[in-house]
């Protein structure tokens, strides 16, 4: 099963609103990252934010992050076009000596003009 | 300073031929992970190096797939005798420190296999 596991599968907005777009997992974390990928292309960092923060902005980015519920939400402020990509987040987790970055399946935003 | 370098950006192979793909790092990174990702699909982890070590492979399948990343050159992931079940995209992300920081993305690659 998913580590990390994104809601909504698919998101479809006008210009102009906010995108808010959540993410679950099941074991304790050191941090979680935001990523977004355009279609074709590589994965593009947006945001990371650890397991002892709550909340955290970059530009018209809102990430929080509840560790008791294990959920972090995702919120794009007064969305553009240039916004549709597909995004994901990734829990970075530590087992033993080993650290590894778990992806979910996405979240495939589509901000109409 | 250059992004994450992946090459080819685009490799078709027959079954049963050998696949070799290219990922140099970003300048001063010494950890790079592979993940392959199918269509519709988020990123599924499968190796973690290090200059000369390999630190986690619990996402390699155990037969026909390896992978290195030398003293010197780019890290490779080999694929011997594909099959059509390996077309994906596979991507490189390098890090300057361990994988609980961001890690930096290649374009991919993209294989086929007919």
């Known amino acids: 099963s998913q580590q990390g596991e994104e809601d909504p599968q698919a998101l479809s907005i006008q210009e102009g609103e906010n995108a808010t777009m959540n993410c679950s997992y099941k074991?304790?974390?050191?941090?979680l990252q935001w990523y977004r990928q355009n279609s074709g292309r590589g994965l593009v960092h947006l945001i990371l934010?650890?397991?002892?923060?709550r909340e955290k902005h970059s530009g018209r980015l809102r990430v929080t992050l509840d560790t008791s519920k294990k959920s972090s939400s995702l919120l794009i402020t007064a969305s553009r076009a240039a916004d549709t990509a597909s995004y994901f987040c990734a829990t970075a987790t530590v087992t033993g000596a080993n650290s590894k970055l778990t992806f979910g399946k996405g979240i495939t935003l589509s901000v109409r003009p | 300073n250059a992004g994450v370098m992946q090459n080819p950006r685009h490799l078709v192979r027959r079954r049963g031929q050998e696949a070799r793909l290219r990922c140099s790092p970003m300048?001063?990174?010494?950890?790079v992970y592979w993940y392959r990702q199918l269509p519709e699909e988020g990123l599924k982890f499968m190796v973690y190096l290090q200059k000369e070590n390999i630190i986690d492979e619990s996402g390699m399948p155990k037969e026909r797939f390896s992978a290195e990343f030398p003293k010197e050159g780019p890290s490779i992931l080999r694929i011997q005798q594909v099959v059509r079940g390996d077309s994906a995209a596979y991507f490189c992300?390098?890090?300057?420190?361990?994988?609980?920081?961001?890690?930096?993305f290649g374009p991919g690659t993209r294989l086929t296999v007919l």
């Open positions: 074991t304790s974390i050191n941090n």
């Open positions: 300048k001063g990174h010494s950890h």
């Open positions: 934010i650890r397991s002892n923060e």
């Open positions: 992300a390098s890090s300057p420190r361990g994988t609980y920081n961001e890690q930096f």
